[in-house]
C-alpha cells in the first residue's frame, strides 16, 4: 500500500515539517471517544532480542489491554540495524559475497527466534510464510555478483527490514500470550519527504492515512505491531527517519491515534541527571516537564529522541520512560505537571 497522492503536499515553503500543524488538526474524533484511553508501547531493540524477551515484552502489553486499547510501535532487534547498513557499505566496497553471508545470518537470527516462540504449528507456519518473503526481498538487494550503487535510498530500504522482521514476531510473541495482533508497516501511512536516511514526516497526512489503518484495528479489538523508524516518500519508496528515531516513531505513532500516555520501554529505569555509568552523583528523576526533558534529550541524553517532546506536548500527552526488565520501577514521567500518569 502507498501513500495516495492526492491527499497530502509539502506546506508552502516546500518543507514536511512535523510540527507544522497545531494541536486542533489532532482533535478527538467524536465517532472514538474511547480513544482518551488509548495507550502506546514502544519497544527499543533491547527488549525484542530473542523469545524470551519477545514473550516478556508482549506480557507487558496483554496486561494493559486487559483494560485499554494499546497500540505498540517497535524497533529492530538490538544491533541488527548496524548489521543492515553494514551490509550496504560491503556492497558498496564490492565484497558481495562477504554481504550475502552477513544477509543470511540475519534471516536465521529471525528464524531461529520464531522457532523458539513454540507457536501452534498453523501459526507458526504462517508467520514463517511472511518471514519468507520478507527474506526473499532483503536477499533481493543483496546479489552475489551485480555490482550495487549503493545510495541513501538503497541504505534506507536494508535498514527497513530489522523493523520490518521485528513486528512480525512480535505480533507472532503477542499471539502466543493470547492477545490479538496484526502488524502494520508505517511506511503505508507515514508519509516523508525524500531526504533518505533523515526524513522528515508530513503530519497531517500521516495522521489521516494512519487512522483509516490503525482506527478499525483498536475498534476490534486487536494490537496493532506498527514498525517504527519507517515511512515512505509520495511515490512509495522507504525511507527512515534518522537513526536512533524509534522514540520519535512512537510519539508519531502515539499522535496519530491521540493516545492519552506513550510509554518508551528500554533498559534503563528512566532518565538520569548524569550518565549513571560515569557519574556517582547520576539521579533517577521521576518527575519532569516536557521542557526539562526536551533541554535534556537536546543535550545529549541518550535517553530519549530530542523531537519526542515537541509533539508530545501539543495535545499534553504523557511520555514514560520505564525499564522493561525492572517493570515494578516507575520510571520517569514526563509531561504537563498537573497531570497524573496512568501507567
Known amino acids: 500500500m502507498k501513500p495516495e497522492q492526492q491527499e497530502a503536499s509539502p506546506n508552502a515553503e516546500g518543507d514536511f515539517d512535523p510540527y507544522e500543524r497545531g494541536a486542533s488538526a489532532l482533535a478527538l474524533s467524536a465517532d472514538h471517544s474511547w480513544q482518551e484511553h488509548v495507550i502506546a508501547f ?28 494499546v497500540v505498540v510501535v517497535v524497533s529492530a532487534m538490538k544491533g541488527v540495524t548496524d548489521r543492515l547498513l553494514r551490509i550496504g557499505e560491503w556492497l558498496g566496497e564490492g565484497r558481495n559475497a562477504q554481504a550475502r553471508q552477513e544477509g543470511e545470518a540475519i534471516v536465521e537470527l529471525h528464524r531461529a527466534t520464531l522457532a523458539e516462540l513454540r ?41 527497513s527490514f530489522g523493523e520490518r522482521y521485528a513486528s512480525r514476531l512480535f505480533a507472532a510473541a503477542l499471539g502466543q500470550t493470547g492477545v490479538s495482533a496484526v502488524p502494520v508497516a508505517s511506511s503505508d501511512f507515514v508519509l516523508t519527504c525524500d531526504n533518505f536516511r533523515d526524513a522528515k514526516p508530513h503530519l497531517e497526512h500521516t495522521r489521516r492515512r494512519g487512522r483509516d489503518i490503525l482506527l478499525p484495528l483498536l475498534d476490534a479489538g486487536i494490537v496493532p505491531v506498527v514498525t517504527g523508524f519507517l515511512g515512505a516518500t509520495l511515490d512509495g519508496r522507504i525511507t527512515t527517519l534518522g537513526r536512533n528515531s524509534s522514540d520519535f516513531s512512537g510519539a508519531l505513532i502515539a499522535h496519530v491515534v491521540n493516545a492519552e500516555e506513550l510509554v518508551i520501554w528500554t533498559d534503563v529505569d528512566g532518565i538520569y541527571s548524569a550518565n549513571p555509568h560515569e557519574s556517582d552523583e547520576a539521579k ?5 516537564s516536557y521542557g526539562e526533558a526536551h533541554a535534556l534529550a537536546a543535550g545529549g541524553a541518550k ?41
Open 284 to 288: 533517577l528523576l521521576h518527575e519532569l
Open 303 to 343: 535517553v530519549l529522541h530530542p523531537r519526542v517532546l515537541p509533539l508530545a506536548a501539543q495535545t499534553e500527552m504523557t511520555v514514560w520512560v520505564r525499564n522493561t526488565f525492572k517493570p515494578h520501577v516507575r520510571g520517569t514521567r514526563i509531561g504537563s505537571q498537573q497531570n497524573g500518569g496512568l501507567a
Open 119 to 159: 507457536l501452534e504449528p498453523g501459526e507458526r507456519e504462517r508467520v514463517q510464510q511472511e518471514l519468507a518473503l520478507l527474506t526473499d526481498d532483503l536477499l533481493y538487494e543483496i546479489p552475489l555478483r551485480t555490482r550495487v550503487e549503493v545510495n541513501g535510498a538503497a541504505l534506507d530500504r536494508l535498514a
Open 42 to 69: 514502544k519497544f527499543g531493540g533491547s527488549s525484542l532480542l530473542g523469545a524470551e524477551r519477545l514473550l516478556h515484552s508482549a506480557r507487558l502489553v496483554r496486561e494493559q489491554s486487559r483494560t485499554r486499547p
